[in-house]
C-alpha cells in the first residue's frame, strides 16, 4: 500500500456528548488549527453518529453538536480553510461503514481495548453500535483519503485497525485504492489532568465542576478554578526532573506551557523558585486571555444557532463532494450495480 500517491489530508472528529474541556482544547483543537494554518488540506468532524453509540437525548444531542462546532470555529477552523461538518449530513459515512464492516474481522474488533473499557462486564447489554464504532471512524477517515489523523494516544489502536481494513480491502479487491493513514499522537505533555487530582484525567463528566476547565467557563469562573487548584506546599523547582511526583504541579506547568505556546523547560526556567502565590495569578490570568475570548464567542454563537448551521450544512456540501466520488469508486470495486 502506497503512501506517497495520495496527497496529504487530515482528518479528525470529536463527539458531542456532553461538554468540551481545556483537555479538548489543548490536547485537539488547538493543534487541528496548527495544522489548518500550515496550509494542509484538513477535514473536521463534528461526529454525532459516534455520539449515539450510547443513549443520547435529542436535544442535548443537538445542542452539543451546535456546541462542538462553536468551540471549533471560536478557536480559529475557519470554515474558508478547513472543511468543518457534522457526520451524519454526509451519508458516505454510514454506507462505506456497512462495506467496512463486511471488511473487519470479529476478532480484530475483539481486540478494541476501547471497547472492553466502555462494555465492562456489561458487554450483552450495550448497543451494537459501540462494538462497530471502529469500523465507523475507519470509513470517516478512508472516505476522504485521508492520510494524517491527529488523535490522543487513546485513539492509536483505532486508526491501527483503520489500516488494517485498508490493506484488506485493497488486498481482496485486488487495488491500490485506500491509503495508508498515519495517527499524529499528541505529545503526552498536552494531556490536560484533573485540577483536584493531577493523576486523573481532566473529563467532562467528572463530578465536581471544580475540576475542570470547561470551554464554556467565563473569565471569573476560570480565574477562580486556577487559584483554587490542588497543589503541594513547594515552590517551583528550577528543572523538570524537580516536578517527578507531583503530578499536580507538573500538570499547572503544562497547561502554562499550553496555553503560551511554550515547552515546560521554558515555563520552569522564567518561574524557577516562585511560590503558588506567583505563579497561579500568572496562570489564572494567562488562561483568562486566551480562553474568555473563545468561551466569549461560543456564547455568541450558541445565541446564533441559524449561523452554526449555515456553516455546518455548508460544510457538508464540501465534504461530498470529495466523498461521493470515492464512494462511487468503492462501489464499482465492490461490484455494485448502480
Ligand atoms: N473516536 C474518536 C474519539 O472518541 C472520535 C472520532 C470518530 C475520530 N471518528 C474519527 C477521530 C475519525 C479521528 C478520526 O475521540
Redo the contacts with the bound molecule.
Sequence with gaps: MSQTAFTPRV?????PSGGLTLGNYLGAIKRWVAMQDEGMETVYCV?DM?AITVWQDPAALTRATREVAAAFIASGIDPAKSILFNQSQVSGHAELAWIFNCVARVGWMNRMTQFKDKAGSNTEKVSLGLYAYPSL?AA??LLYHATH?P??ED?KQ?VELTRDIANKFNHDFKVDFFPETIPVIEGPAMRVMNLRDGTKKMSKSGESDMERINMTDDADAIAKKFKKARTDPEPLPSDLEGLKDRPEARNLVDIYAGLSDQTPQQVIAEYAGAGWGRFKPALAELAVEKLAPISGEMARLMDQPGEIDAVLRRGAEQARNIAEPVLKKTYDIVGFVR
Design positions: 482528518f479528525s472528529g470529536i463527539k461526529v459516534h471512524m470517516d477517515i489523523v488523535v490522543g485513539q483505532h
